[in-house]
């Protein structure tokens, strides 16, 4: 039995394909050659497991003495904070992507519940 993509149910259901011709400056070394440039949902479980790996190191305040002689965080380390402040907005968004009322989300206000 063959079973189907799962695709979004607020987005159409399809895949687009492009097909092109190999480049005249570029050796072929294959009859057959593709590329894949994908964007799916499972990207939350990758953003959620590098921040939790970087909630591991700024606990211990490791490898952080070289960026403390750095004038830019030589007084805090906010924009580290930061940054991981907005891969978690990432995270939450590509969650929020799997639901039916994605089309009702709101970055940074209104989210539905996760």
Same mark, same amino acid.
């Given at each position: 039995?063959r079973?189907? @993509? /799962?695709?979004? !149910?607020?987005? !159409?259901?399809?895949?687009q @394909?492009?097909l &092109? %011709?190999?480049? /005249?400056?570029?050796p &072929? *070394?294959?009859? @057959?050659?593709?590329? =894949? *440039? ?8 990758? =953003?959620d497991s ?7 190191? %700024?606990? $211990?305040?490791?490898? *952080?003495?070289?960026? $403390?002689?750095? !004038?830019?965080?030589?007084d805090?380390?906010?924009?580290f #904070?930061?940054?991981?402040e907005? @891969?978690?907005d *990432?995270?939450d968004?590509? $969650?929020?992507?799997? %639901? #039916? #009322? ?7 206000g209104?989210? /539905?519940?996760?």
């Amino acid at each position: 039995e063959r079973s189907t @993509v /799962p695709f979004i !149910p607020w987005g !159409p259901a399809s895949i687009q @394909v492009a097909l &092109a %011709r190999s480049s /005249p400056y570029i050796p &072929a *070394l294959h009859k @057959v050659s593709g590329f =894949l *440039l994908a964007n799916h949902t499972s990207m939350a479980q990758l =953003l959620d497991s590098l921040l939790k790996q970087y909630d591991q190191i %700024r606990k $211990r305040n490791a490898f *952080l003495d070289n960026y $403390r002689k750095e !004038p830019m965080f030589r007084d805090s380390l906010d924009e580290f #904070d930061s940054a991981r402040e907005t @891969v978690q907005d *990432l995270s939450d968004e590509y $969650r929020a992507c799997e %639901r #039916d #009322d994605y089309v009702n989300y709101s970055f940074g206000g209104g989210r /539905p519940s996760l």
